[in-house]
């Protein structure tokens, strides 16, 4: 087993659970009901019983104490345990799933088994069914998993081939498809390339936590590095956690933020960024904890450039977040100057050196799992901001539309907040991922987000 | 914080979480939907924000390494994390709540907060609606939660006055009918006295091992102490285990079970550990795994006499089960024998002695915690079978008859199976919890213990 799948299962603690997750709206086909949905789901779930191998394996040796050297895998899966089917209870609203959601993510997997769960979940009064999605950080080698998850999807509404994501058959769909056209990359990785690049960028730079310090050395000796460390202001979002999560999530339409994108003269990155500016600003206010220096954020960028195969050339860069502006139009120019700043030093940077220093700039993250360490040590940054983008066109499993999609991401000890956000089908979708009981009211992040997307909406156009 | 509690905390592993749950079906009321009583369940327990202090406690220090020397108390409870409401898919079948059960109780409880939850399971077919309760052992002093959640019931089916077990309410009606009548016990600790001195047993019992080495050799050295140590064979139930559970429950008539008693002229103790007995000769026959010589079950047994009102004085005999045996006779005879001859070890000692007993018999507990060390020790037993006799009077939460109540309890490492019986308002309730990945098809069981008992009622009257 590399070291860059053990060092997750090292990391894991009770109070750290080293999974992923993904949080899916499906809208039910015409004339199908949302029970008759989450039904074929089930059954065509339980008929996949072809399973690829990274969905098989678990480690050797599950107890915390023995090393990790070796994965080991399972002839077949107990779909009984990794296949959950609820139904919410009345009023069945989206505060009902995310609940639902947030008991879920802060249990940890079992390592006696093939280390991934997925919960189907029925319920919502608005027609609509959910799948939620559990994986291993150490069980997900890169961007496979995510594409696995994609390729069970579909751009035509008409297909009725959807499977789990698991089943074999899409590996072997997918061979034949290379088979046939070797040149010619297929559609689904036309379109989701790039996005499964950045998708892995989160994984990869949250993964390399542990090697940081060696890397970092590296860094400081060569020359063209230029160093990123700051200090990063002592705020709740820093604390020790406990294991209970509290998860928000909520859609805003592409085309606003593009908008806002367009009139600033910024990107729809760094828009995200100010919509979590504002909102961080506002809710560290209503908890009588806004830190007199601007909170940094750290932002895994994907260093993938046309036509490179690989996908794991990725960084991360430190954003100056501005929280400590009251007027959203000088948050605006200074955020843009901190990214705008970050991406030229990546730009001068050959790969090996951008590695470096998204290295550096999380090593703090290196010895995350201490007990009490985060509470003394000083950070480079407040929490991780990851915006995935995919594909504009629709897409579908067994004519069942996706109409929503938000990233469940890591709390860690001293990062006790996580927000991804996925860009879909037109809809963005932020995933906000807290420690329960060390970020109350979490929820109302939300409310705040929508206020900033409007206060953005409000500026002056940039000059 | 006495080691009795800390014992439970120090013990736990991602592997071997020391909660105990309850799993307790209840029938709605005449003209009540299933539907209505779950949301009254639910709204009652939300309205009960005056919480009794042992469900306000977590520990002060939660991380594993630090030493368990304090507990402390959290101002309020979010009800959100604690209380869960979920329906069951269809079909709805009582295999699809165990399923739930099996699912949910390998998660191990957040300790920074307190350690409970609370489940209302609706989407049964039959109408009735489940609690499915979980607290973690080193929160339950002994009897008193039990006891409060019986206090939470009604034998009036028109009582009206249903809330949460862990309202405070329940603690000053209590003190009420105290101070009206000092001399007179309560109707319900006249009930539940008895029992609830039993139900304590299992858990003192459990409680007892990491001490144990300490006692046992203090009871070596005691010219009155009968040493009950034997060896018990290797089987499938004494593993080293994964956190995954599977759970299985089902009522018999305890008339049944009573006519069995009155014709072999045994107790009902004896027919439930005769049940078990051919129950587990079938299950280990099917696994291919039945060893040569018999099964030796570790049995709570309480030492509380008329008149004693501290529950806590309780001890364990070890029984020979007679797995060996293939005629059921037979099988009783052996039973029969070894439980009278433990019993009078038990009447002969005194307390404190009973006690070292006890410990004696469950002393490798001591190691459980040592990763591998159940693989390549001696031991004196192969499960734990408790039997917690409950009132015979229908009880009642705001009218809704309480009709099936069944223990989940905590599988260990090398004791990968537990089964504890309750008796209430007319059934025996047999919880069966094992460890999942060891324990395939732990369901067949059930279908076992029906063969078991009807083997025992076909057996001619014993002379």
């Known amino acids: 087993m590399p070291v860059t799948e053990s060092m997750f299962l090292v990391a894991e603690t009770r109070d750290q659970p080293m999974h992923v997750g993904g949080l899916q709206l499906f809208a039910p086909r015409e004339g199908q009901t949302a029970e008759a949905l989450a039904d074929e789901f089930s059954e065509r779930f339980h008929a ?16 915390q104490v023995a090393g990790y050297t070796a994965w080991t895998e399972d002839d077949d899966v107990d779909f009984d345990y990794h296949i959950r089917h609820i139904i919410l209870p009345r009023p069945g609203e989206i505060k009902d799933l995310l609940r639902y959601v947030s008991q879920n ?17 029925e319920g919502l009064k608005d027609g609509r069914v959910a799948l939620y999605s559990k994986v291993h950080h150490s069980v997900v080698d890169g961007v496979t998993a995510l594409r696995l998850l994609q390729r069970s999807l579909s751009t035509d509404p008409a ?3 959807g499977t789990a994501f698991w089943d074999m058959e899409l590996v072997r769909r997918r061979r034949r498809r290379h088979a046939a056209n070797k040149t010619d990359r297929s559609w689904l990785d036309r379109v989701t390339g790039a996005a499964s690049a950045v998708v892995d960028t989160a994984g990869q730079v949250v993964g390399m936590a542990p090697a940081a310090a060696r890397v970092a050395t590296a860094g400081v000796f060569d020359k063209d590095y230029v160093a990123p460390l700051q200090m990063a202001p002592s705020t709740i979002l820093n604390q020790s956690i406990g294991s209970a999560r509290r998860f928000a999530a909520q859609d805003w339409p592409v085309e606003r933020l593009r908008a806002v994108a367009r009139y ?13 500016a504002g909102a961080l600003r506002s809710y560290l206010t209503d908890q009588g904890g806004l ?64 590695l470096a220093l998204g290295a550096a700039t999380i090593w703090p993250l290196a010895f995350a799992t201490v007990p009490g360490f985060v509470e003394y040590t000083p950070r480079g940054f407040n929490l991780i901001i990851s915006n995935v983008p995919g594909p504009e066109t629709p897409l579908y499993w067994n004519g069942a539309r996706l109409d929503g999609c938000y990233p469940v991401s890591i709390p860690m000890e001293g990062l006790a907040m996580n927000i991804t956000v996925t860009t879909i089908g037109g809809k963005a979708g932020f995933g906000i991922i807290g420690a329960r009981a060390q970020l109350p009211s979490l929820q109302r992040i939300l409310v705040h987000l929508e206020t900033a997307l409007s206060e953005l909406e409000d500026l002056p156009p940039a000059s």
Do not use: Y
């Open 105 to 121: 993510h802060g249990a940890l997997l079992d390592r006696r088994r093939p280390m991934w769960e997925i919960h189907i979940i």
């Open 48 to 63: 996949a019983t072809d399973i690829a191998p990274m969905f098989l394996k678990r480690p050797a040796t599950p107890a």
């Open 159 to 161: 297909d009725r081939s």
């Open 291 to 354: 830190p007199d220096e601007s909170l940094i954020a750290m932002v895994p960028v994907s260093l993938h450039s046309e036509g490179d195969s690989d996908g794991n050339a990725v960084t991360a860069m430190s954003v100056r977040m501005a929280t400590d502006l009251e007027s959203p139009a000088e948050r605006v120019a200074a955020i843009k100057a901190s990214t705008a700043g970050a991406k030229n030093v990546i730009r001068g940077l050959k790969p090996l050196q951008s």
């Open 264 to 276: 600033q003269h910024m990107t729809i990155n760094d828009v995200i960024i100010a919509m979590c």
